[in-house]
């Protein structure tokens, strides 16, 4: 299974991206998607997870009200809509395919993961 993110670059702050991921087999069509992010000197973080049927989501507190994770089974894609964003939103962005079919914030529950496409939010 591969995992291919695109859509970062660099935006001013109260501005927005829209991230991509394309996962390269149906494998995902059961699986729930999630993105995570790590920025410079941190550690890795949840960001959002939708569930194989797409009606469950869960974000984290930080992006919550600002980031809207979708997907689209058809196309093997899962997107990540940030608007509102903040310069602590400065990270490299990470796709995964979960192991299970239902939303989590647990880094352990996911089995594949992408390279990442890097947002970098200017104040």
């Known amino acids: 299974v591969q995992l291919q993110a695109s859509g970062g670059g660099l935006v001013q702050a109260g501005g927005s991206l829209r991230l991509s991921c394309t996962v390269s087999?149906?494998?995902?069509?059961?699986?729930?998607l999630g993105w995570f992010r790590r920025a410079p000197g941190k550690e890795r973080e949840f960001v959002a997870s939708?569930?194989?049927?797409?009606?469950?989501?869960g974000y984290a507190d930080s992006v919550k009200g600002r980031f809207t994770i979708s997907r689209d089974n058809a196309k093997n894609t899962v997107h990540l809509q940030m608007d509102s964003l903040k310069p602590e939103d400065t990270a490299i962005y990470c796709c995964?395919?979960?192991?299970?079919?239902?939303?989590?914030?647990?880094?352990?529950?996911?089995?594949?993961w992408g390279q990442g496409t890097l947002v970098t939010v200017s104040s």
């Open positions: 995964a395919v979960s192991r299970y079919s239902t939303v989590s914030s647990r880094a352990e529950y996911y089995a594949y």
């Open positions: 087999k149906r494998t995902a069509t059961n699986n729930a």
């Open positions: 939708i569930s194989w049927r797409g009606g469950d989501t």
